[in-house]
């Protein structure tokens, strides 16, 4: 009987993980459209460059996360989570075309992504 009950909460941990995933996707895919339409010198140029950018995003985030502990919030973890923020919102445009940022950019929008990030619900802790 116990063995079935793990079975099952394996299950239930795993379909809960890939939600997680899947709202961390789309909660950055919005926030990150909304950064880029109020930051001058961000641009997005269609929907698979935002859905691109995301998975990125999520990906750097969740593995710096694993690596180092550190969030890359500019409101979760001070000024170290606020440089993550930039470098990570810059070192993207490496890895996804249709996506520019400048580095300039990459400093207000990491304010901008901040700010939006806080006031949209999500689950942060993975």
Do not use: C
Request: overall charge neutral.
């Amino acid at each position: 009987m116990s063995e079935m009950n793990t079975n099952t909460q394996t299950k239930s941990n795993t379909k809960s993980t890939v939600w997680q995933i899947v709202g961390r996707l789309v909660t950055a895919g919005i926030v990150l459209a909304i950064t880029a339409f109020f930051t001058p010198g961000f641009e997005i140029n269609n929907f698979w460059a935002l859905a691109a950018a995301a998975v990125v995003l999520t990906v750097m985030d969740y593995l710096i996360i694993k690596l180092t502990g550190l969030h890359a919030s500019p409101f979760g973890k001070g000024f170290v989570g606020f440089v993550l923020s930039a470098v990570i919102l810059y070192v993207t445009q490496y890895f996804v075309a249709g996506y520019a940022i400048s580095w300039i950019a990459a400093i207000v929008g990491a304010l901008v992504y901040g700010v939006v990030d806080y006031f949209i619900p999500g689950d942060q802790g993975m």
